[in-house]
């Protein structure tokens, strides 16, 4: 007892904490709903026998061509082994129930596996007709053989017999877990104490089981519906929201406002408002139906299989034809009987709407969910209101005045004194004079004593539209870009033309003129256009008006515009920004676009809420305190991946095959209201940078997608801005081809890497080749020079001597001649050794750390406060001359700049000789170098560093000069061992 205590409050608080969608409206006509249908030539089978709603949102259809599933947009037809389907249900888990035609059953769960319920033992139930699951889990069928239950593997027989055998079966679990049956003779309960099922009511009781929304059973025989008595229980619990659409059935249902709505009455679809209501008097369907489609052109056959309300309050009707969903329009027709033209629309002080035809001068009195009643005392052409709020209708000779009840007529004025009938074609009252237009008289006002004509007035001389001001005050347009503003004869204009041709103006806190451009509104002497992201539904906007939530609704070329009044604000605050709006077009009831034939306001604001448009297909109206959303979130499903050469379906991880590069993901989220206003978003991780939008488009596609996993995400909105709960994903892995593996790309780096090495070396040996021929060259012609002056200065100067030294031998010893010749000899001896040591020299050079030490001797002693050390490392070699001639004068300037520019307490030389290449380091501790000084130094034409570099590249060597203020002077020189080091040839 506790235990089924526990189980009714645990659905009483279920029941409470669901919200779920609103039925249909029984004020509106069955005629005025928005009825979509499907046929074959739409992909759904013509003989639809059963459906069922799962919670994931799918509508499911049961067919002899096997099972179908729905998600708004397109019908697809589910694999299964065997096809013709007798019956479906939606289990409260996810799961869907199968029963085919000639026997078993099977179930399909939410990840698409399928489960048979294989008969483990005697009897099996056969062909089942209907399905219902209890609370522990048992599963409860109705066939010809009987009533059966599936516990543990095995079907159990509750009951059977000859009563069985019949098309006309039924199974319900109600909302206290209680098991009810019926079939054409009698309703039984299973009684759980007992163990059995038990028969309820008299024989009367046969039929359809159904529940109405407060819980109560009834049987349903299609001619009639019948109460079921039921055990009184302690607690009250309303039916389970899911009843209606977990699966259709054959005669009828009580949707959940309590309306029933029924099949075969005697054909098509019938409804009985609050029929639910009603106490314990069985109801007679065909003979208190107060609303029916009964004729072919009102549903795809009259002959009708099944019936189900969907979670979102959509009706659907399976017919031998095809199928047929009922929703709301936001949008009501106003029928007004015959064709209707050219219309205006007033309100009297009573808060009536009036409506004139034009070309009949037909006059209507309007009420919400009431026909339009026509007033036969009356006629007229144009109906208005004055500042007072009185009813103006014009007629041919006058216009009647009719303000709290009470009538008053203002005559007409009669061209050149002669009554005739005229056109009229407006009224407007502002507040100090009453305007009208007439083809006959043209404009003129009334003063409350006589009709004054236009050229009274100082008014420009186009007029296109007029708005009221203040008192005295008109708006005009002049359909030529310009508006005026009339105040007591008084023109001031304004430049309109970003509106392009105007269409419509709107006084109010803010003036607002439309036109075939959009909207502008007024922001001192200026008019802005604001800046919507698609201005096709803002485009001729002929009425607008504010609901008492400070919401704008305009009427436009799409339609119903609505833009809120925080949006509103934020646009008027930024106008180049988007204004943020939403569209009640054609799929919502409006019938064509915003009329434009009279130049009149087009919307009527009754001031509660409800609103009329004019269309170019009629009149229209809204009650916005009534606006119901859709408040089912969409669930978003992932359907499959398709390549350019196959498709896979979605799974929580899909591999695709290498070399996949181009590749679509389709998804859908079932909406069964309003399916086309469903809004998709996607993210590719790895791919996209930010969520893209989809709009109503259910593929992603992409290209030239490398190899690598990913992570696919996407989410939606219905129609009303609900948001999907979870965020489906799921995992893509493209694998790489052998080009695109990681070894392969590895082997071609270090491919490239070789390649780049080997054209390095090359490079380097040519570089290297180039500069040691320049080197070689330098170093032929030296040794060139050098023999030319061996072989002829040297020779020459030699031969000389040796003559000069034949005359001192015949001069007698002792003499002043002879001594002076002597001498002369001396020195050309010394001439000749220092013409040997520079031949030398040309030849071979002077060590370079002997060049250095001089140099840096010398300029030590000029400098005495500068100390200066050379040290060398490793075993001296020989250099060759023209490469040690560049270094040393490198070196050279080094030590100039240091001993000179530094302010160095020390310079030191360091040589190191390495079998690779040679070093050489000029060091000092002086101030450093600043990088303003040295491009004021180049600016002054010092190239001393410039030339250094120069010296450099041209030996070969790499020099490289470190400094930082106060941190001293580091220059470095490295010359490869193939240039510097001297060959023993």
Same mark, same amino acid.
């Given at each position: 007892?506790?235990s089924n ?5 645990a659905?009483l ?19 005025d709903?928005n009825?979509?249908?499907?046929s ?6 013509s ?25 708004g ?12 389907? *007798? ?7 996810g799961?869907?129930l ?32 209907? !399905?219902?699951?209890?609370?522990e %889990? ?7 053989? %009987? ?47 007992q ?8 024989d ?43 699966e259709?059935?054959t005669?009828?249902?009580?949707d959940?406002?309590g =309306? ?7 054909h098509? &679809?019938?409804?009985?408002a609050?029929a ?6 069985p ?12 004729q ?13 309300e ?18 709301e ?8 009987p015959?064709?209707a ?20 001068? @037909?006059?209507?009195r ?30 041919p ?7 709290h ?20 074609l ?13 083809i006959?008289?043209g ?9 004054l ?22 708006w005009?347009?002049? =359909?030529d ?8 004869d ?8 970003m509106?392009? $041709? ?26 802005? #256009? ?8 803002l ?10 939530? %400070?919401?704008?609704w ?7 515009v ?8 934020a ?5 180049q920004?988007p ?5 009640i ?12 034939? =009279?130049?009149?306001?087009?919307i009527?604001?009754?001031?509660n809420g ?8 009629g009149?229209?109206? #809204? ?20 390549t ?5 379906p ?15 993901i ?6 069964l ?8 978003q ?16 259910r ?8 190899p ?14 609900m ?5 489906a ?6 694998a790489?081809?052998v !080009? ?9 780096v ?25 080197? $070689? ?7 060139r020079?050098?023999?030319t +002056? ?10 000389l001597?040796l003559?000069?030294?034949?005359? #001192? @031998?015949?001069l ?8 002076? #010749?002597e ?16 031949? &030398?020299?040309?030849?071979?050079g002077?060590?370079i ?5 001089q @140099?840096?001797?010398a ?17 001296a ?6 490469? $040690? ?11 100039r700049?240091a ?9 030191t030389?360091r040589?190191?000789y390495?079998?690779?290449? +040679? ?13 303003d ?9 010092? *190239?001393g560093?410039?030339?250094m ?31 510097c080091?001297a060959?023993?040839?």
């Open positions: 007892m506790r205590r526990w189980k009714l409050t659905g608080v279920a029941l409470l904490l669901c919200h779920a969608a609103q039925a249909l409206n029984p004020a509106i006509r069955l005629e709903l009825r979509a249908s499907w074959e030539k739409d992909g759904v089978p003989d639809i026998r059963c459906m069922a709603q799962t919670r994931d949102g799918w509508l499911w259809l049961g067919t002899s061509d096997g099972l179908y599933r729905f998600d947009v397109s019908f697809e037809r589910y694999p299964l082994k065997r096809s013709r389907i *007798f019956s479906l249900r939606a289990s409260d888990n799961d869907l199968i029963s085919y035609e000639l026997e078993g059953v099977q179930v399909l769960h939410p990840d698409g596996r399928l489960t048979d319920l294989v008969a483990a033992g005697a009897p099996t139930p056969g062909p089942v007709a209907s !399905m219902a699951t209890d609370r %889990g048992t599963l409860w069928t109705a066939s010809v053989r %009987g009533l059966h239950r599936y516990v543990n593997g095995q079907w159990q027989t509750m009951a059977s017999g000859i009563d069985w055998a019949t098309q006309e079966l039924s199974l319900l679990v109600d909302q206290y877990d209680r098991v009810w049956a019926a079939n054409r003779e009698a309703v039984y309960l299973y009684d759980r104490s163990d059995k099922v038990v028969r309820v009511g008299g009367a009781l046969h039929g359809n089981l159904i529940q109405s929304p407060d819980g109560r059973i009834w049987v349903n025989s299609g001619a009639r519906v019948m109460p079921v008595p039921a055990p009184p229980l302690g607690v009250h619990l309303p039916r389970q929201p899911e009843f209606n659409s977990a259709s059935r005669h009828g249902q009580f959940r406002d =309306n029933l709505w029924a099949l075969h009455c005697p098509g &679809l019938c409804r009985l609050r639910g209501d009603l106490a314990t008097a109801i007679d369907v065909a003979h208190q139906a107060d609303d029916r489609l009964d072919p052109w009102q549903l795809t056959a009259l002959t009708t299989n099944s019936l189900l969907d979670r979102e309050g959509n009706l659907w009707v399976a017919t031998q034809n095809g199928l047929d969903r009922f929703r329009n936001k949008l009501v027709p106003v029928r007004i015959g064709p033209g050219s219309l205006s629309t007033a309100s009297d002080t009573e808060g009536r709407l009036w409506a004139a035809e034009w070309l009949t001068r @037909t006059v209507w309007i009420a919400p969910g009431a026909a339009p009643v026509r007033d036969p005392h009356r006629s007229a052409l144009v109906v208005a209101n004055d500042r007072d709020g009185a009813l103006l209708l014009a007629g000779r006058a216009i009647e005045r009719l303000y009840g009470q009538s008053s007529r203002i005559p007409l004025p009669a061209p050149e004194g002669k009554p005739v009938d005229l056109t009229v407006g009224l407007l009252d502002d507040g100090k004079r009453l305007w009208m237009a007439s006959q008289t404009l003129m006002a009334w003063d409350g004593a006589a009709w004509p236009r050229a009274r007035f100082t008014l420009p001389p186009r007029i296109a539209m007029s708005a009221p001001g203040g008192v005295g005050q008109l005009l347009s002049h =359909n870009g310009g508006l005026s503003f009339y105040d007591n008084q023109l001031t204009r304004y430049d309109i033309s509106v392009g $041709q105007e269409s419509g103006i709107f006084p109010g806190p803010q003036l607002v003129v439309a036109g075939e451009r959009g909207i502008a509104v007024q922001r001192g002497k200026q008019f802005v #256009l604001l800046a919507p992201a698609d201005a096709a539904p485009r001729n906007v002929t009425g607008m008006t504010v609901t008492p939530d %400070g919401d704008r305009l009427n436009g070329a799409k339609g119903v609505r833009i809120r009044s925080a949006d509103w604000e646009s008027l605050r930024q106008p920004l204004l943020v709006y939403t569209v077009d054609a799929q919502e009831g409006y019938p064509g676009r915003a009329a434009m034939e =009279n130049r009149l306001p087009t009527y604001n009754a001031g409800r609103l009329w448009f004019r269309a170019t297909g009149l229209v109206t #809204l009650d916005t305190a009534q606006l119901r959303p859709n408040p089912v979130k969409p669930v978003v499903q992932l359907l499959r991946v398709a350019d050469d196959r498709s896979y979605a799974a929580a991880r899909v591999p695709l095959p290498a070399g996949t590069r181009n590749f679509n389709q998804f859908t989220a079932p909406g209201r309003k399916p086309e206003g469903m809004r998709f996607y993210f590719l991780k790895g791919v996209d940078q930010h969520w893209q939008d989809s709009g109503s488009r593929a992603a596609f992409y290209t030239n997608i490398g690598g996993r990913y992570t696919f995400s996407v989410r939606a909105v219905n129609e009303d801005d948001a999907s709960e979870t965020v994903a799921l995992q893509l892995e493209i790489p081809t !080009m695109q593996t990681w070894w392969f790309q590895l082997l071609c270090l491919l490239a890497a070789l390649l780049l090495a080997g054209w390095y070396q090359y490079r380097l040996k040519k570089a290297t080749a180039a500069i040691a021929g320049r080197l $070689q060259a330098r170093m032929e012609e030296r040794t020079i050098a023999r +002056l061996h072989d002829t200065f040297l020779q020459s100067v030699q031969t001597v003559r000069v030294y034949a005359v #001192l @031998t015949r007698p010893e002792g003499s002043e001649p002879r001594a002076r #010749l001498a002369i000899l001396d020195d050309a001896d010394r001439a000749i050794e220092e013409g040997r040591d520079q031949v &030398l020299l040309l030849r071979s002077l060590d750390a002997q060049q250095l030490n @140099t840096g001797v300029l030590a002693a000029l400098h005495s406060d500068t100390q200066f050390e050379l040290a060398t490392q490793g075993a070699r020989p250099l060759s001359p023209p490469v $040690q001639d560049e270094l040393a004068a490198i070196a050279q300037e080094a030590l700049n001993f000179q520019h530094a302010r160095a307490s020390k310079v030389v040589i190191e390495h079998d690779d290449a +040679l070093v050489l380091r000029v060091a000092d501790n002086g101030r450093g170098l600043d990088q000084e040295v491009r004021k130094r180049l600016q002054e034409r010092h *190239f560093m410039v030339g570099r120069e010296r450099a590249r041209y030996a070969g060597a790499a020099i490289d000069i470190s400094s930082a203020p106060g941190q001293g002077t580091v220059i470095s020189l490295k010359a490869g061992a193939g240039l080091y060959t023993d040839e």
